[in-house]
C-alpha cells in the first residue's frame, strides 16, 4: 500500500487551504472583551446597544467599543461597525481590529478590502496579533493595490505577537523558501504552534518531519504527530497516521491499528482515507473482509473526487463485487480515474488496463456518451 495517494502539488495546496482562516468567521474569542451577562444581554435582545446604561467611568472612546461589542453580539452590524470605527479613531486597537474584520467581511456596510486594511495597519502599528494576522491573509491575496507586500513579514510579526494560525502561516511560508536555514526555522514555528494546541501545526509539524524539513527525517516523530493531530480532529492526520502504521513507518506495523486510524479518517469524510480504508475491507487488512462495505467505501472517496478511490470503485463496479456489476457506471469512474484533484494525469498501469478492458466492451456510442455526461453514478 502506497502510504500516500496524493501528489506532491497536491498536498501542496492542501496545506495552504489548512491554513486557511474561515473566511466568514469574524469577531474572534480575543476580541469578545464584554463581561459574560452583557454579552448573553445582548445575545438575547435584551437592551438597545445605542441606549443601554454603560459602566460608570469610561472615556468616550471606551463607550464607543463597549457600544460596539454590545451591537456586534446583538447582529446589529450597522452600530457595531460605526462604534467600532469611532473608538478606533480615538486609539482603541481592538476596536480597529473588528472594523478590520467588519469592513472585510461586509458587515455593517460595503465589504472594502481597502478599509480594512487601512483598521488593520492601524491595529498592527500596536501590535495587535489579529490585525497583523490578517494583514498576512490580505496580502496573500495578491491585490497590488493593498500594497501590503509579501504576506510573510505580517505573518511573522503575527507569530512573534503570539497568535497560533500565524505561526502556521509562517511555518508554511518558510517551509516554501529556498533558503536551507528557512526550513529549520519552519519546523521550529510549526512545533511551537503544536505544543499549543494547533492540531493544523500539530499536522505541518509531522508533515515537515516525514519529509526531513529542516533537518533529518523523524518518521517516528511525525506518526505521533500524526496521531496528535488526528486526536485533535484532523482527518489528514488521521490519514497519514494509518497509512504510517499499515506500511510499519515510524514504528511497528499494524493492520489493525491501520485500519481504525483510517476508519476514523474514513468517517470524517476524508475522500484518500475512504479509499484507502475501503481497500483495507476489500482486502481483509486488519479485521474481516467486506467486500459490500469496501464498496460503499470507495463510492464515497470516488465522490469526494479521489482519484484512487474512483479506480478502486471502477475495478468493483467492473467486477460486480460488494456491488451490482454495473459496465458503463463503471467506465465512468475509470475515466475519471485519470486526472486527481488538480486535473493532473494520472499515471496508474491497473487504472490505464481496466479503462481499456471497459472500452473493449462497451459500445462506441456508450463511451461517448458517458464521456460527455463525466463522472457520477
Given at each position: 500500500m502506497i502510504r500516500s495517494?496524493?501528489?506532491?502539488?497536491?498536498?501542496?495546496?492542501?496545506?495552504?487551504?489548512?491554513?486557511?482562516?474561515?473566511?466568514?468567521?469574524?469577531?474572534?474569542?480575543?476580541?469578545?472583551?464584554?463581561?459574560?451577562?452583557?454579552?448573553?444581554?445582548?445575545?438575547?435582545?435584551d437592551f438597545d446597544a445605542e441606549t443601554a446604561e454603560v459602566p460608570t467611568g469610561m472615556t468616550a472612546a471606551q463607550e464607543a467599543w463597549y457600544r460596539a461589542q454590545m451591537a456586534f453580539v446583538s447582529e446589529d452590524w450597522y452600530l457595531a461597525r460605526r462604534y467600532a470605527e469611532t473608538a478606533a479613531v480615538s486609539g482603541i486597537t481592538d476596536a480597529a481590529a473588528l472594523?478590520?474584520?467588519?469592513?472585510?467581511?461586509?458587515?455593517?456596510?460595503?465589504?472594502?478590502?481597502?478599509?480594512?486594511?487601512?483598521w488593520f495597519r492601524r491595529a498592527a502599528e500596536q501590535d495587535h496579533p489579529v490585525a497583523l494576522y490578517?494583514?498576512?491573509?490580505?496580502?496573500?491575496?495578491?491585490?497590488?493595490?493593498?500594497?501590503?507586500?509579501?504576506?510573510?513579514?505580517?505573518?511573522?510579526?503575527?507569530?512573534?505577537?503570539?497568535?497560533?494560525?500565524?505561526?502556521?502561516?509562517?511555518?508554511?511560508?518558510?517551509k516554501a523558501s529556498s533558503v536551507p536555514q528557512d526550513g529549520q526555522s519552519a519546523r521550529r514555528w510549526a512545533e511551537r504552534a503544536a505544543q499549543q494546541g494547533s492540531a493544523e501545526g500539530m499536522y505541518q509539524l509531522a508533515q515537515m518531519l516525514d519529509a526531513g524539513v529542516g533537518g533529518e527525517?523523524?518518521?517516528?516523530?511525525?506518526?505521533?504527530?500524526?496521531?496528535?493531530?488526528?486526536?485533535?480532529?484532523?482527518?489528514?492526520?488521521?490519514?497519514?497516521?494509518?497509512?504510517?502504521?499499515?506500511?510499519?513507518?515510524?514504528?511497528?506495523?499494524?493492520?489493525?491499528?491501520?485500519?481504525?486510524?483510517?476508519?476514523i479518517a474514513a468517517e470524517s469524510n476524508y475522500p484518500p482515507a475512504q479509499g484507502q480504508y475501503g481497500l483495507m475491507l476489500y482486502q481483509g487488512r486488519g479485521g474481516e473482509a467486506d467486500a459490500a462495505l469496501a464498496a460503499h467505501w470507495f463510492g464515497q472517496g470516488a465522490r469526494?473526487?479521489?482519484?484512487?478511490?474512483?479506480?478502486?470503485?471502477?475495478?468493483?463496479?467492473?467486477?460486480?463485487?460488494?456491488v451490482e456489476q454495473d459496465l458503463e457506471a463503471a467506465y465512468r469512474w475509470v475515466v475519471a480515474a485519470g486526472a486527481d484533484a488538480l486535473g493532473a494525469p494520472v499515471h496508474n498501469r491497473d487504472r490505464d488496463r481496466l479503462q481499456a478492458a471497459l472500452e473493449r466492451a462497451l459500445p462506441l456510442e456508450v463511451q461517448a456518451r458517458v464521456r460527455e455526461a463525466g463522472a457520477g453514478d
Open positions: 495517494v496524493l501528489t506532491a502539488a497536491c498536498l501542496a495546496v492542501l496545506s495552504a487551504a489548512h491554513a486557511q482562516e474561515d473566511p466568514g468567521a469574524a469577531f474572534p474569542d480575543e476580541l469578545i472583551l464584554l463581561p459574560e451577562d452583557v454579552q448573553r444581554d445582548a445575545q438575547a435582545g472594523a478590520g474584520l467588519m469592513a472585510r467581511d461586509g458587515r455593517g456596510g460595503e465589504a472594502d478590502m481597502a478599509a480594512a486594511a487601512g490578517q494583514l498576512g491573509l490580505l496580502a496573500r491575496l495578491g491585490d497590488d493595490s493593498l500594497d501590503l507586500g509579501d504576506p510573510r513579514r505580517w505573518f511573522e510579526r503575527a507569530a512573534r505577537a503570539g497568535h497560533i494560525d500565524a505561526m502556521v502561516a509562517y511555518a508554511l511560508a518558510l527525517r523523524d518518521a517516528e516523530g511525525a506518526r505521533i504527530w500524526y496521531e496528535r493531530a488526528a486526536e485533535a480532529n484532523l482527518a489528514e492526520g488521521a490519514f497519514q497516521a494509518g497509512m504510517m502504521w499499515a506500511d510499519g513507518e515510524g514504528g511497528e506495523q499494524d493492520d489493525a491499528e491501520a485500519r481504525r486510524w483510517l476508519r469526494g473526487g479521489d482519484a484512487e478511490s474512483q479506480f478502486l470503485y471502477a475495478f468493483v463496479l467492473a467486477q460486480g463485487d460488494g
